[in-house]
T-cell receptor, first 115, second 115 residues
Framework: AQKITQTQPGMFVQEKEAVTLDCTYD???????LFWYKQPSSGEMIFLIY??????QNATEGRYSLNFQKARKSANLVISASQLGDSAMYFC????????????FGTGTSLTVIP | DAGVIQSPRHEVTEMGQEVTLRCKPI?????LFWYRQTMMRGLELLIY????????DSGMPEDRFSAKMPNASFSTLKIQPSEPRDSAVYFC?????????????FGEGSRLTVL
């Protein structure tokens, strides 16, 4: 079974609108971490936001927030007030610290912000 | 602080040649990962090390690929002999396994083209 599933290969959003990128995960560990990374066309991988499995509050970093629904095993990324510079690939990832610090990445979602 | 440093940034070689990619992780990080990214297969984990010890190399495509981490500040990924299907961007990433978040810090990648 896939550890991280991103079902949206591509998404479009109007500039200044909010967009949600979906991510579901699969783990039997109680302790894990969830991450979102951004990869612009220049190719670098940029860490955006982190959610720990024991964190009760949804993580927020500026315009990024992580909608964490533990029972549903989902960790959706919400980008508010989209900007043209948000156009990029977005990867959801999970870390399992108790099983050797393995990191699992999803297949990514390509986001295009339309002016 | 210096980030993860990879070299070379670009490599063009002919089929059958040996290719060596190099990585210097962030000082103090004790986990190191090698990923390969292609359009067809996305981001694939090749191998990762904890404290210089290979933990999981199940993602290494075949015997033509080998990776070493002789010390905490250096790792190599070698392909011998190279084939056109090895053309990809190879990312090295490091993390501090014991930190609460333990996010991956990526290098800028090595773009390999095998003719």
């Amino acid at each position: 079974a896939q550890k991280i599933t991103q079902t949206q290969p591509g998404m479009f959003v109007q500039e200044k609108e909010a967009v949600t990128l979906d991510c579901t995960y699969d783990t039997s560990d109680q302790s894990y971490g969830l991450f979102w990374y951004k990869q612009p066309s220049s190719g670098e991988m940029i860490f955006l936001i982190y959610q720990g499995s024991y964190d009760e509050q949804n993580a927020t970093e500026g315009r990024y927030s992580l909608n964490f629904q533990k029972a549903r095993k989902s960790a959706n990324l919400v980008i508010s007030a989209s900007q043209l510079g948000d156009s990029a690939m977005y990867f959801c990832a999970m870390r399992e610290p108790n099983t050797g610090n393995q990191f699992y990445f999803g297949t990514g979602t390509s986001l295009t912000v339309i002016p | 602080d210096a980030g993860v440093i990879q070299s070379p940034r670009h490599e063009v070689t002919e089929m059958g040649q040996e290719v060596t990619l190099r990585c210097k992780p962030i000082s103090g990080h004790n986990s190191l990962f090698w990923y390969r990214q292609t359009m067809m297969r996305g981001l694939e984990l090749l191998i990762y090390f904890n404290n210089n010890v290979p933990i999981d190399d199940s993602g290494m495509p075949e015997d033509r690929f080998s990776a070493k981490m002789p010390n905490a500040s250096f790792s190599t990924l070698k392909i011998q002999p190279s084939e056109p299907r090895d053309s990809a961007v190879y990312f090295c990433a490091s993390s501090r396994r014991t930190s609460r978040i333990g996010e991956l810090f990526f290098g800028e990648g090595s773009r390999l083209t095998v003719l």
